[in-house]
Nanobody, 121 residues
Framework: VQLQASGGGLVQAGDSLRLSCVVS????????MAWFRQAPGKEREFVSR????????DYADSVKGRFTISRDAALKTVYLQMSGLKPEDTAVYYC???????????????WGQGTLVTVSS
């Protein structure tokens, strides 16, 4: 299984951006798709997750109301629509997949390469 993340870029505070993550194939070990982010000098932190089967979603408190996760099973793609971006959202965003829900990186088996999001003030 491989993940390919894309969509990052340089935006201004208040702008929107949509990240995409394509998974090469769906298996029982790709039941949960998640987005994490890692800012310079900080640990990787949970942003959002979604399950393929039920479409159950979860968000970190820091992004609730601003970010929306969605999936398209036909395209094997998960999206992260980010609105109202803030400078503190600046980070490398990683998509990960795993068999069970969780909010820590160790729960997810496979990771994409990361896409950089930079929000200027």
């Amino acid at each position: 299984v491989q993940l390919q993340a894309s969509g990052g870029g340089l935006v201004q505070a208040g702008d929107s951006l949509r990240l995409s993550c394509v998974v090469s194939r769906l298996t029982t070990r790709t039941n949960v798709m998640a987005w994490f982010r890692q800012a310079p000098g900080k640990e990787r932190e949970f942003v959002s997750r979604i399950t393929w089967r039920e479409g159950k979603k979860d968000y970190a408190d820091s992004v609730k109301g601003r970010f929306t996760i969605s999936r398209d099973a036909a395209l094997k793609t998960v999206y992260l629509q980010m609105s109202g971006l803030k400078p503190e959202d600046t980070a490398v965003y990683y998509c990960g997949t795993g068999p069970v829900v969780g909010t820590t990186p160790d729960v997810f088996d496979v990771w994409g390469q990361g896409t950089l999001v930079t929000v200027s003030s």
